[in-house]
């Protein structure tokens, strides 16, 4: 089972990961890891996935703080 659904979904993630890299200063290895760890627990209870970008990063900056 693939995390993202489709392109379109795939790409609203990639875009918060670039953000964050460029925000936080740190490899995009290390925000990959992070982000689709925090993706996949968030994804599990989500009803609206459109906001789940915003949401994940939100919590990947919580937590590399």
């Known amino acids: ?6 392109e379109e979904e795939r790409q609203r993630h990639s875009s918060a990961m670039r953000n964050l890299v460029k925000d936080e ?8 890891r992070v982000y689709e760890k925090v993706l996949m627990e968030y994804k ?6 459109i906001f789940l970008p915003i949401i994940v990063s939100k ?4 937590l590399l703080r």
Not at 1 to 6: A, G, I, K, R, V
């Open 1 to 6: 089972m693939s995390l993202y659904e489709d």
């Open 25 to 32: 200063g740190m490899s995009e290895e290390d925000i990959t």
């Open 44 to 49: 599990k209870d989500a009803t609206i996935d």
């Open 59 to 62: 919590k990947v900056k919580d």
